[in-house]
């Protein structure tokens, strides 16, 4: 039986999870932006930093 960790490991790597890991993403990174004033390019960076350690990557905004 597989531990709640290697689930979620799974749905993240699935292209569900990977639509669902980037929304979250975008809505935090979009929140964020509108804390950070002019650091704009630095959120995307932290945003793409964290797509690629949970998701596929690759993904464009």
Do not use: T, Y
């Not at 490991?9 to 979250?24: C, V």
């Not at 509108?34 to 390019?41: I, K, L, P, S, V």
């Amino acid at each position: 039986m597989a531990g709640l960790g290697d689930k979620a490991k799974d749905f993240l790597n699935s292209d569900k999870g990977e639509q669902a890991s980037d929304g979250a993403l975008d809505k935090g990174a979009d929140l964020a932006e509108g804390r950070a004033g002019g650091h704009a390019d630095k959120v995307d960076q932290g945003r793409d930093a964290l797509d690629d350690r949970i998701g596929s990557g690759g993904d464009e905004r």
